[in-house]
């Protein structure tokens, strides 16, 4: 399977936890799509293929225990493109929510894995290209949120990292912005929420009467960021795949937001400026 990014120090639960999928927060859009709350167990392979052919147009795909790759020998993104079948650990809490990403991003997912594909052909599996190194980034922590262009300024405030003025003084905003999830590190670090848990931000800005509110915007989504990656100049974008303190993002947190709490200059950090 392929080294994840969850931070070294980071443990994640060893059971099952339902009641994680109950509560408001960083979960509430994967609750809201599929019935976590109600499995008495982690989904197995069979269940999350389920889910997959449900969602998305692959019906041809499935996920399989990952003992079907260690059977098989070859390297995970080439297991991938040549069978078409996910591996999966089972019970396991990282690979759980890399397959629901799959089932709610799959073109993206799949010119991902394309991608990794030419870069291997080109250059070999040995060392990661930086284009590979920003995919894996992507894939492990992303978080994708679509900008018009009245809310750039917004854009422009986390990029400097002007974190009070993003996610207090405009708190209002984010509803509307709606951004979502993509990397399953952040979900699987979110199993025990700590602060210092930090997304990379990537942009996609869309003209100004296009929305994207609810849960169904996951296709909407998932459309525009793999025609995107066709080329891969969005993850080549040095602005793109900025810090995102992701417990700041309003409503993604449990504990007070208030200013005290985005006044912790530990976790939202100041910009450095270079000389």
């Not at 197995?44 to 293929?49: A, D, I, K, R």
Request: hydrophobic letters at 40%.
């Amino acid at each position: 399977m392929q080294k994840n990014s969850v931070n070294p120090r980071f443990v994640a639960p060893t059971e099952w936890q339902p009641e994680l999928f109950l509560q408001p927060g960083l979960f509430s859009a994967l609750a809201a799509t599929f019935p976590l709350a109600e499995q008495r167990h982690f989904p197995s392979p069979e269940q999350l293929t389920q889910w997959l052919h449900q969602r998305t147009p692959l019906q041809d795909w499935c996920f399989v225990e990952s003992s079907v790759l260690d059977a098989d020998g070859r390297y995970y993104e080439d297991f991938i493109y040549q069978s078409r079948q996910i591996p999966v650990r089972l019970n396991n809490w990282h690979d759980l929510f890399g397959a629901l990403i799959w089932c709610l991003f799959p073109k993206s997912k799949q010119q991902m894995n394309q991608l990794h594909m030419e870069q291997i052909q080109q250059f070999g599996s040995k060392e990661r290209t930086k284009v590979r190194h920003k995919l894996t980034l992507l894939d492990e922590c992303g978080v994708i949120m679509c900008i018009k262009p009245s809310q750039r300024f917004l854009l422009d405030l986390l990029r400097n990292h002007q974190w009070t003025e993003a996610f207090y003084q405009h708190k209002e905003l984010w509803t509307e912005l709606n951004p979502l999830i993509f990397g399953h590190a952040n979900y699987e670090m979110a199993t025990k929420p700590f602060i210092g848990l930090t997304a990379k931000l990537c942009c996609i800005e869309v003209p100004e009467g296009l929305t994207c509110t609810n849960t169904e915007g996951y296709d909407f989504v998932d459309d525009l960021l793999a025609a995107q990656l066709v080329n891969a100049d969005l993850l080549l974008d040095n602005q793109q795949l900025s810090p995102l303190p992701l417990l700041g993002v309003p409503g993604w947190h449990q504990q007070a937001q208030d200013l005290d709490f985005y006044a912790d200059t530990s976790y939202f950090r100041p910009k450095r400026h270079t000389t």
